[in-house]
């Protein structure tokens, strides 16, 4: 919740749990929050979520390349603009991996605007809500943010990516008070092993930031 405006999504969490709207309308609405900001934006990184300087974004993102350790095919679940897609493959490179990356988004705009932008990977770049979303391939990483499904279906989520999608499901980066290990937690009672987790600092006291990921068992 920390880089998201999180009362618009407390009362969109709210409405789904009052039954005044159901899940695709969940969905309508959490993409509502994100078009106009995403789509007006100036900078490759601001299109993606990330407020800030190129700085910030390569001091918050760059760490998902730590989850990779070998070569191999990288999903990006919730790939908006295609920005991650582009930095990961550069900076496996520079650990010495080709890492070959591909999209899914929810949003047909952001889906447009990463085609685009990478015209040479259009057809990587997919429309789908990552729930129910049929991959044409199986990925050997998927990265995504449990925040992108209602907190009911997160374990459904994570159960089919690793299932359907992906080998390893890398989740985050994320940000939390230091401490919380809630999705730790979450994870562990849902049955899976984390395989990895790293921890950065966060510009603002009391914040971490987290990734982890966990392989198919
Ligand atoms: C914060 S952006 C992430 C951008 C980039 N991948 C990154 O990590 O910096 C989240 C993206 O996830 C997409 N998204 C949210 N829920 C989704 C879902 N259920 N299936 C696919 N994409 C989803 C949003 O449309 C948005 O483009």
Redesign the pocket.
Same mark, same amino acid.
């Given at each position: 919740m920390w880089d998201l405006a999180w009362r618009e999504i407390a009362a969109i969490d709210a409405a789904l749990a009052d039954g005044v709207i159901d899940q695709q309308g969940w969905?309508d609405a959490? !993409?509502g929050l #994100?078009r106009e900001p995403?789509l007006g934006a100036k900078t490759p990184?601001e299109q993606?979520?990330?407020s800030g300087t190129e700085q910030d974004w390569v001091r918050t993102?760059k760490v998902?390349v730590e989850a990779l350790d070998r070569h191999g095919s990288f999903l &990006?679940?919730?790939? !908006?603009n295609g920005? #991650?897609m582009e930095c990961v493959a550069i900076w496996a490179g520079e650990k010495g991996l080709d890492v070959q990356p591909h999209?899914? &988004?929810?949003?047909p705009e952001?889906v447009e605007l990463a085609r685009g932008r990478l015209p040479g990977w259009t057809d990587r770049i997919h429309l789908?809500? !990552? #729930?129910t979303?049929n991959p044409p391939q199986r990925y050997d990483f998927v990265?995504t943010?449990l925040e992108?499904?209602p907190a009911n279906r997160r374990r459904d989520f994570v159960t089919r990516l690793l299932a359907d999608v992906g080998d390893r499901l890398i989740i985050g980066?994320y940000t939390v008070d230091i401490g919380d290990e809630e999705t730790e937690h979450e994870l562990a009672d849902w049955g899976f092993t984390l395989s990895g987790r790293v921890e950065t600092p966060h510009e603002k006291p009391g914040g971490v930031r987290k990734l982890l990921w966990v392989d198919q068992s």
């Open positions: 969905h959490m !993409a #994100l995403y990184w993606s979520g990330k993102r998902v &990006d679940v919730g790939c !908006a920005y #991650l999209g899914v &988004d929810i949003v952001f789908g809500n !990552a #729930l979303w990265r943010g992108y499904v980066p």
